[in-house]
């Protein structure tokens, strides 16, 4: 028979055995695991490259694209300071001899309302 060391050391060694076991399954799935993560980053980096160079692409035509509506706003504010100056330039032309027109019309429209009366005055006279 066994003695109380012997028992106690055969105890000790299965309970060490299924320690071991344990840690060496704990192992074997960690390892596993690793070697997943380790494929998933590696596809990951594969697909994450072109998307970066494509978003790289997308803002530098996105930044030559601002230039050019840049540049079209200041040929477009450029033109409305032209056509504000046409505009003056055209109302003076026009306004300036119209209201001048207008004056002389007035006025020559007094004058004959004026010389128009003072025909009737004189015909009148002259019935009389």
């Known amino acids: 028979m066994l003695t109380a060391g012997e028992v106690a050391g055969l105890i000790v060694a299965t309970a060490w055995a299924v320690?071991?076991?344990?840690?060496?399954?704990?192992?074997?799935?960690?390892?596993?695991?690793?070697?997943?993560?380790?494929?998933?980053?590696s596809d990951l980096s594969e697909r994450v490259v072109p998307l970066l160079e494509d978003v790289t692409a997308t803002v530098g035509e996105t930044n030559r694209q601002l230039i050019a509506v840049e540049a079209i706003a200041k040929d477009v504010k450029q033109v409305s300071g032209h056509v504000v100056k046409v505009s003056d330039v055209t109302q003076s032309l026009v306004t300036g001899p119209l209201i001048k027109v207008a004056a002389l019309s007035h006025g020559i429209k007094q004058a004959l309302r004026v010389r128009g009366r003072s025909n009737l005055r004189m015909l009148e006279r002259r019935r009389r």
């Open 19 to 41: 320690l071991v076991c344990f840690l060496a399954m704990v192992l074997v799935r960690l390892a596993r695991l690793l070697t997943e993560t380790t494929k998933m980053v």
